[in-house]
């Protein structure tokens, strides 16, 4: 399969240097990389990107704002191409150089890969990722961003941002700036999510992402998704969400114990 990465990232020395930012980024391990696929590719992506409307899946509540799709047959075929190509062998290799994971491999079902978007006041609150694709039974280790956002000004907002463990300080930020891809760790303390965005009517916040895993072993513990509001929220937004998110816990927990593994377990994030 050819590579679709752009080639100056295959170099051994580009590779280590894109590891070390990786590996001593703060909250989390997680690195912004520009440029990630190569330009035609990029280009071709960001000109066909379906519209927002035509995304079926909608997630709206207290804690976020956005649409998202993964059966991307439905689109043009280098949508397809891609999520091939994050599915490969090479693709594989090269995010566990980058990561320092062994035996990483993604999935073709919604925690697999797909696309993101949200219009104007989109937004996702901080939250940690659920850490497993529970029909295949994997353990979720790695999120690939890729950002299609074609003159997209700091103004806007919509910065992936890395927050403390308590969620009381943001640490980082990655802009969703046209072809620059976000890699990150997903564990209990990987506090992530974007501020609800100002952008024009005829704009849109865009990505395909990729979730990597590894096998889950036999002492590996499930732990749902969980949503945290930021210190600036309302007293009323804080305890609604903190009642929410205990709730869904739970009854995830209850219905996993059953072996119950039709329930829509579609990430919540980016």
């Not at 952008?199 to 990597?212: A, G, L, T, V």
């Not at 590996?220 to 804080?238: A, N």
Request: some cysteine.
């Amino acid at each position: 399969m050819k590579n679709l990465l752009n080639p100056s990232l295959l170099d051994e020395a580009k590779i280590k240097e894109i590891r070390s930012a990786f590996e001593n980024a703060q909250p989390c391990k997680h690195v912004a990389v520009p440029n990630f696929l190569n330009e035609e590719l990029a280009n071709t992506l960001y000109e066909n990107f379906p519209k927002l409307e035509a995304l079926n899946v909608k997630r709206k509540s207290i804690n976020e704002n956005k649409s998202e799709e993964y059966h991307l047959e439905r689109y043009h075929p280098a949508f397809n191409q891609l999520r091939d190509f994050m599915n490969s062998p090479e693709m594989y290799e090269w995010v566990s150089k980058v990561t320092g994971i062994e035996g990483l491999r993604s999935t073709y079902d919604s925690l697999g890969s797909g696309v993101h978007q949200g219009g104007p006041g989109s937004f996702v609150d901080v939250h940690v990722d659920i850490n497993m694709n529970p029909v295949a039974n994997l353990h979720r280790r790695i999120n690939v961003l890729i950002y299609l956002n074609k003159h997209w000004k700091d103004e806007y907002g919509g910065a992936l941002e890395f927050w403390d463990k308590d969620v009381k300080n943001c640490i980082s930020k990655v802009m969703p700036y046209f072809n620059q891809a976000a890699i990150m760790v997903t564990d209990e303390t990987s506090y992530h999510g974007y501020a609800k965005i100002n952008i024009p009517d005829h704009e849109s916040r865009k990505s395909f992402y990729c979730y990597y895993y590894t096998p889950a072993g036999k002492d590996f513990v499930f732990r749902d998704s969980r949503f945290k509001t930021r210190p600036d929220e309302s007293v009323t937004k804080t305890a609604i969400t903190e009642v929410k998110e205990t709730l869904k816990i739970n009854i995830k927990r209850f219905l996993k114990a059953l072996g119950i593994k039709s329930l829509d377990f579609q990430d919540k994030n980016k």
